[in-house]
């Protein structure tokens, strides 16, 4: 078993150790029970091995070659701004 350390806002612990207190359960006991339970209800869906691919963009289709990003850039920014 690991021991980790966790952060509850000051309401929340009231009520976790209460409930605890309630049911002659530890906290740490309610904490395992909880994640368990929240783990069954949003399981992780399997990735079957080989079947995975890499995420496809569309681009949009729009081709601008490297070299003139920095002008095209250029002229947008001047395009913008507003006269003085």
Same mark, same amino acid.
């Given at each position: 078993? #690991?021991?980790?350390?966790?952060q509850l806002p000051d309401r =929340? @612990?009231?009520?976790?150790? *209460?409930? *605890? +207190?309630?049911?002659?359960? %530890?906290? *740490?006991?309610?904490? /395992? /029970?909880?994640?368990?339970?929240?783990?069954? /209800? @949003? $399981?992780?869906?399997?990735?079957? =091995?080989?079947?995975?691919? =890499? $995420?496809?963009?569309?681009?949009?289709?729009?081709? #601008?070659?490297?070299?003139?990003?920095?002008?095209? +850039?250029?002229?947008?920014? %001047?395009? /913008?701004?507003?006269?003085?």
């Amino acid at each position: 078993m #690991v021991r980790t350390q966790i952060q509850l806002p000051d309401r =929340l @612990y009231r009520q976790a150790k *209460a409930f *605890a +207190a309630d049911h002659e359960l %530890s906290l *740490a006991e309610i904490t /395992r /029970r909880g994640l368990e339970l929240f783990l069954a /209800r @949003y $399981p992780q869906p399997p990735v079957p =091995l080989g079947q995975w691919r =890499l $995420p496809c963009v569309d681009g949009g289709g729009i081709k #601008v070659p490297l070299e003139q990003l920095g002008e095209i +850039a250029a002229a947008e920014e %001047s395009g /913008r701004s507003l006269p003085l």
